[in-house]
């Protein structure tokens, strides 16, 4: 079992639209959770962290659920800026600093 | 203020040739970490430093690859010789006290 799963999509949405992004992971010892923006041909940037009671950034709402080891990120109102791959990241359960990269979800957003 | 700073940007070069990528940290960061990226297997990490100690390697490939972090203010990734599967984009990221990463903007290489 991979350690973070997502659908690779891609996610081709018209501007306006919501759009919900899912991602589990399998290391049930991780305490940090965050989702990374990659566009195309630059760096995984950090977009937001993700807490246990949720939280919201604007158009962007990210949500954990430990139980099913689950975290979501949800977009509102989309914008052909928002065009990119989103990265969920987890840490490695063991205290120390490495992060795990899920593959990522490919989000279009057509006028 | 600067972000992490990688070089080259771009590398082409044949088999069998030795590659050495470069990065410099954002000053009073104390992790650094080595990835590769490529559309297969997504983000890879390579190998770790804190505080200019090698902590764990076992994502590298294999004997051709070295990483080293003489001081706090630089590391390199070297491949030697390089292959044709060592194709992919090298990213450098490096964190403080936090998990949050801050990366490179990559190095793109390409082995011919």
């Known amino acids: 079992r991979k350690e973070v799963e997502q659908d690779p999509g891609p996610f081709n949405v018209p501007e306006g639209a919501t759009v919900a992004f899912n991602c589990t992971y399998s290391n049930s010892a991780s305490q940090s959770f965050f989702w990374y923006r990659q566009d195309c041909r630059k760096e995984p940037k950090l977009l937001m962290s993700v807490y246990s009671s949720g939280n919201e950034d604007g158009r962007f709402t990210a949500q954990l659920n430990r139980a099913s080891q689950y975290i979501s990120l949800l977009i509102r109102d989309s914008k052909l800026s928002d065009s990119a791959t989103y990265l969920c990241v987890v840490d490695n359960g063991s205290g120390n600093t490495p992060l795990v990269f899920g593959k990522g979800t490919r989000l279009s957003v057509i006028a | 203020d600067a972000g992490v700073i990688q070089s080259p940007r771009h590398e082409v070069t044949e088999m069998g040739q030795e590659v050495t990528l470069r990065c410099k940290p954002i000053?009073?960061?104390?992790?650094l970490f080595w990835y590769r990226q490529t559309m297969m297997r997504g983000l890879e990490l390579l190998i770790y430093f804190n505080n200019n100690v090698p902590i764990d390697d076992s994502g590298m490939p294999e004997d051709r690859f070295s990483a080293k972090m003489p001081n706090a203010s630089f590391s390199t990734l070297k491949i030697q010789p390089s292959e044709p599967r060592d194709s992919a984009v090298y990213f450098c990221?490096?964190?403080?006290?936090?998990?949050?990463?801050?990366f490179g903007p990559g190095t793109r290489l390409t082995v011919l």
């Open positions: 990221a490096t964190s403080a006290a936090t998990d949050t990463q801050y």
């Open positions: 000053s009073g960061h104390n992790s």
